[in-house]
């Protein structure tokens, strides 16, 4: 049973799409299990550059079958798009099969995704305004559109006859203009006659795969402190990024998932509001966002950026499970000076263990930092362990025994080649 979870282990954008793409072409299938186009995977290969928000970053390699699993919320519009541009840059892709479970993202969900945050003031989250909070809701409200729905057109009609009812007295409460269903109706219809062909059962799919001892790759996206229930909470997103997810969201059970791969960056990045003890706010952080171009794919929002956070990774290799860490983007640390790396939180003299469950516990959060040799070498160009300089291998040595986590994977720049693979035991069963 050979299935590996990959998983963001910080605040997102960590690298999921660039391993993804690395590992996806020794993979039969790729399932995406969470989140919708709020998610930005950027992937370089060839000398062209693709950017995923739906499509499995997988789908590169011709003969690998991409899923879009029932955990995901799924903007049609933007979905067609996207497979528009990568099939413009690469006509001969993988399969794609979407599940006809994953719920449908309408313009009534962006709408109320921006009017939300404007009703929450300086407590705003910062979302990427994709709607993907509102579709969400819709699902644990129980009257969200799932795309079995909405590629059956009485089906379709009827549901959005229903939803759209209430959607537009919400509208209207907020002070904006009802949505005119035969517009929508007429438009959406569109989406669905194209997306109709990809629709289907991949729930039992992706079950038979795992029992005939395929290869199964389950594709993460944001990352732990972003998941609902384990991360910052309320400035987190609305799906389950974690491992645990990736049976949420594709509808296999936790002992069909045999390798769980963290990607953290070599330090901290945050887009959107929300607790980021580590974050530097001088000219060390701003150093790392313009070395790293830390600006976001989605919105292109400058990041926000801090040192690498152990305490936090040791908490997301426990919620994960991992059984290995990918570091990535160590090169961006090349020249930045003397390192720190969070070891310890304190609050009130107390030492925690964890990131504190509310976030008016953090306010008082402070934490304690250890002092680790910079490097001023590029790294690009090695592709083993013992080509990196000594100080660059200490320093992924000190992750590993802080987290009691093996380094199974470095990625030392954005390009698939770039990749120094360190313990392939660890990739799959
Ligand atoms: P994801 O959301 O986790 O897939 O990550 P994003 O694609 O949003 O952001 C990661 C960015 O880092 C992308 O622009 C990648 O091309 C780039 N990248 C990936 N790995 C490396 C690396 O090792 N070094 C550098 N410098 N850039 C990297
Ligand atoms: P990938 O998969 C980084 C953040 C938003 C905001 C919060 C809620 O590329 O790593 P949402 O629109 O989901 O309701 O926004 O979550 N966020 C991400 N940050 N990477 C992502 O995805 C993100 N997806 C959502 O910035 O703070
Ligand atoms: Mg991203």
């Not at 693709?50 to 789908?59: H, M, R, S, T």
């Not at 705003?124 to 305004?129: A, E, L, V």
């Not at 079995?148 to 379709?156: A, D, L, M, S």
Request: aromatic share 8%; net charge negative.
């Amino acid at each position: 049973m050979p299935t590996l979870v990959i998983v963001g282990a910080q605040w997102g954008d960590e690298a999921k799409g660039k391993l993804v793409d690395v590992l996806g072409g020794q993979a039969d299938l790729v399932v995406r299990f969470a989140g919708g186009n709020n998610a930005g995977h950027t992937v370089i290969t060839g000398g062209k550059t693709y950017k995923f928000q739906l499509v499995p970053a997988g789908i590169l390699h011709t003969d690998t079958i991409a899923i879009i699993g029932s955990g995901m919320v799924v903007d049609p519009k933007g979905l067609l798009e996207e497979i528009d541009r990568t099939l413009a840059q690469k006509p001969d892709l993988g399969t794609l099969k979407i599940s006809s479970a994953a719920h449908v993202v309408f313009p009534y969900h962006r709408m109320l995704d921006v009017l939300e945050e404007e009703a929450r003031g300086e407590n705003k989250i910062g979302t990427t305004s994709r709607g993907i909070g509102p579709a969400y809701q819709d699902k644990v409200a129980r009257i969200g559109i799932r795309m079995g729905e909405f590629v059956n057109p009485t089906i379709f009609e009827q549901r959005l006859h229903e939803v759209l009812a209430v959607k537009n007295r919400l509208l209207m409460m907020f002070g904006s203009e009802p949505i005119e269903f035969d517009a929508l109706f007429k438009e959406y219809s569109t989406y669905a006659d194209r997306i109709r062909p990809y629709v289907e059962d991949t729930e039992m799919f992706v079950a038979d795969a795992v029992e005939a001892g395929q290869k199964v790759l389950f594709e993460g996206a944001q990352g732990a402190f972003l998941d609902l229930d384990s991360g910052t909470y309320p400035f987190v997103t609305s799906s389950h990024p974690v491992a645990g997810g990736a049976c949420l969201g594709t509808g296999v059970g936790p002992l069909a998932l045999q390798r769980v791969l963290g990607v953290c960056k070599a330090y901290t990045t945050r887009v959107g509001s929300g607790p980021f003890p580590t974050e530097l706010h001088d000219a060390v952080g701003e150093q790392i966002r313009q070395q790293g171009h830390e600006f976001g794919t989605v919105t292109g929002r400058s990041r926000r950026c801090g040192w690498l956070d152990l305490v936090g990774l040791r908490q997301s290799c426990r919620i994960n499970s991992l059984s290995g860490l990918v570091v990535t983007r160590l090169d961006v640390l090349s020249g930045v000076g003397p390192l720190k790396v969070a070891t310890e939180y304190r609050t009130d003299g107390k030492s925690l263990r964890a990131i504190p469950a509310n976030p008016w516990d953090f306010a008082k959060v402070e934490p304690v930092f250890e002092d680790l040799e910079g490097w001023d070498d590029h790294l690009c160009d090695a592709r083993s362990l013992n080509e990196l300089p000594t100080a660059a291998r200490r320093y992924l040595q000190f992750i590993e025994d802080y987290t009691k986590t093996p380094v199974a994977i470095v990625s030392i720049g954005p390009d698939r080649e770039e990749t120094i693979v360190v313990r392939p035991d660890l990739i799959w069963g």
